[in-house]
């Protein structure tokens, strides 16, 4: 079974771009320098886009994100359509 981890960011830009990134030892923040334009997209825009953000219920999400429940109060506070009702 595949899973992926979250949360994660993806940064968009240039190859030619010299990105520097510092993390903090408790990994809870970042700092990120480029010499070019980037777009940084977060776990929450990419899960959405595949059309893996959707659960049949909040307690189905909840679940399925049981190992990051802040993860699954963000998606239900900024993306209500996560939860869906079944088909």
Request: charged share 30%; proline share 7%; glycine share 0%.
């Amino acid at each position: 079974r595949r899973r992926i981890r979250i949360p994660f960011v993806i940064v968009k830009t240039s190859p030619d771009n010299e990105i520097n990134l510092e993390l903090a030892a408790d990994q809870q923040e970042a700092l990120l320098n480029c010499n070019a334009p980037f777009e940084l997209h977060d776990d929450v825009a990419i899960l959405e886009r595949m059309r893996m953000a959707q659960a049949d219920s909040e307690s189905h999400l909840r679940s399925l994100l049981r190992s990051c429940p802040d993860v699954a109060a963000l998606l239900l506070q900024r993306v209500p359509s996560v939860v869906r009702a079944p088909r």
